[in-house]
């Protein structure tokens, strides 16, 4: 009997950058036949309203082609959507990338979901140990040093390479540390 794929949903502000790239890599580790439909959504919000950015960042898009050709096909022509509790509704687990957006978000969405939401990692922070959920950004983000031991470039496309390596390398960290099989 086929087993039903997982519907996993990542979260972060703006769906234009480090979702599409959790995304690219939760794709090329679990490959064609994969367990999980993985999606993705932004946290950003305006007047208690979700919004996303117009689309995806172009050196995003450029690091997956790179890094990831096949993946890079799937999501080539996507553009960000904002959270909803339906699309929360619909998941088997939401994994958010940033503090903020899952504070927002538990703001927002129903109390009946809360239990699907969690952090896609945890790490000590390189400067002071401090445990942090931020997955670094590499186009504006501020935490690179936490997680690298160094600042970003000047260029996000490098810096997404990096993300993305990071990501590929340490199996999305959310979907290893996580018996999903108990979804």
Same mark, same amino acid.
């Given at each position: 009997m086929?087993?039903? !794929?997982?519907?996993?949903?990542?979260?972060?502000?703006?769906?234009?950058?480090?979702?599409?790239?959790?995304?690219?890599?939760?794709?090329?580790?679990?490959?064609?036949e994969?367990?999980?439909?993985?999606?993705?959504?932004?946290?950003?919000?305006?007047?208690?309203?979700?919004?996303?950015?117009?689309k995806?960042? !172009?050196?995003?898009?450029?690091?997956?082609?790179?890094?990831?050709?096949?993946? #890079?096909?799937?999501?080539?022509? #996507?553009?960000?959507?904002?959270?909803?509790?339906?699309?929360?509704s619909?998941?088997?687990?939401?994994?958010?990338?940033?503090?903020?957006?899952?504070?927002?978000?538990?703001?927002?969405?129903?109390?009946?979901?809360?239990?699907?939401? !969690?952090?896609?990692?945890?790490?000590?922070?390189?400067?002071?140990?401090?445990?942090?959920?931020?997955?670094?950004?590499?186009?504006?983000?501020?935490?690179?040093?936490?997680?690298?031991?160094?600042?970003?470039?000047?260029?996000?496309?490098?810096?997404?390479v990096?993300?993305?390596?990071?990501?590929?390398?340490?199996?999305?960290?959310a979907?290893?540390?996580?018996?999903?099989?108990?979804?």
């Open positions: 086929a087993q039903t !794929q997982k519907r996993i949903l990542f979260v972060c502000t703006g769906d234009n950058c480090r979702t599409i790239l959790a995304r690219a890599a939760a794709l090329k580790n679990e490959g064609p994969s367990r999980f439909i993985f999606e993705t959504a932004s946290c950003s919000t305006e007047s208690k309203k979700f919004v996303a950015e117009p995806v960042h !172009q050196s995003v898009l450029n690091a997956i082609k790179k890094k990831c050709p096949e993946e #890079y096909r799937l999501i080539k022509d #996507y553009v960000p959507r904002p959270l909803s509790k339906e699309m929360v619909k998941m088997d687990r939401v994994y958010f990338l940033c503090s903020a957006c899952m504070d927002t978000a538990k703001e927002l969405i129903p109390r009946e979901y809360h239990d699907r939401m !969690q952090f896609y990692c945890t790490y000590k922070s390189r400067i002071n140990s401090r445990e942090l959920h931020e997955v670094p950004n590499p186009i504006n983000g501020n935490n690179w040093r936490d997680y690298y031991d160094r600042d970003r470039t000047t260029e996000v496309e490098t810096d997404s990096t993300l993305l390596e990071s990501m590929i390398s340490q199996l999305h960290p979907l290893k540390t996580n018996d999903l099989s108990k979804l």
